[in-house]
């Protein structure tokens, strides 16, 4: 059987392969975005003076780092319903089952990421902010924060693409991502090297467009950082 690129190219324009990436971007940018606000929440609350409180935090780094994720995911959707009665209504769709799951794995990463961001901010900052007059949410917003951001943009964007990659894994679930939406018409016509080779390309295309956005964000960041230095040379001169 000789590959048909009659086929390939339906499945590559097709409206169904575009959906089903739309869902998988769409999974990946809001588990990401509750990951980062969930993760500084464990990321503080890791370098808190009080004790059940780091412990808690380290418990949730090591729990959600130590499971696999797919494992998770079949917890939260078929384990889960189990425990919660409220889970077994129609609300709680595989897309709310992949973002829930998604968000609470990337959170431990992302807690450690910010960890790392946060010890990066010599600590001389936060005394200069005191000196100032600063409060401590001031210190953390205006001093702390801009500096942090700028250190973990690299590793958030390549976690970002892995949480994408890792949104396929949710075609155990029946959520209609991209790998979903290929394997329901590989079931239909068994052309795998045609239908898997258009998923491929999709992926490749997203994640390549997202790739450039990551170092185009951290040029961006880069010269900000660069225009700063040379700012406050130019003035101790």
């Known amino acids: 059987m000789t590959f048909d690129w009659g086929i390939f190219a339906d499945a590559l324009t097709s409206g169904a392969y575009a959906r089903g990436a739309m869902v998988a971007i769409s999974v990946a940018a809001l588990a990401q975005a509750t990951a980062m606000v969930v993760g500084l929440l464990i990321a503080l609350l890791g370098r808190s003076p009080i004790l059940p409180l780091r412990v808690f935090a380290w418990g949730w780094v090591w729990l959600f780092r130590a499971v696999p994720t ?3 995911l079949l917890f939260v959707w078929n384990a889960l319903p189990q425990l ?15 973002w829930l799951t998604l968000s609470i794995n990337e959170s431990a990463y992302m807690a450690e990421i910010i960890r790392s961001g946060l010890n990066a901010v010599d600590t001389g900052q936060t005394l200069a902010g005191k000196t100032l007059g600063l409060r401590s949410g001031q210190i953390f917003r205006i001093v702390i924060l801009p500096q942090m951001i700028r250190v973990i943009i690299p590793a958030t964007g390549n976690e970002f693409i892995t949480l994408l990659k890792l949104t396929a894994l949710a075609s155990v679930i029946s959520l209609r991502e991209l790998l979903t939406v290929t394997s329901q018409q590989v079931a239909v016509n068994f052309r795998f090297a045609e239908l898997y080779g258009a998923a491929t390309v999709w992926y490749l295309a997203i994640v390549s467009i997202f790739i450039v956005l990551q170092a185009r ?9 660069e225009g700063r230095h040379a700012l406050s040379g130019a003035l101790n001169r």
């Open 70 to 72: 797919l494992l998770q």
């Open 84 to 98: 919660i009665p409220s889970l077994r209504e129609n609300w709680f769709t595989p897309f709310l089952a992949a």
């Open 217 to 225: 964000i951290e040029r961006h960041y880069q010269w900000s950082s």
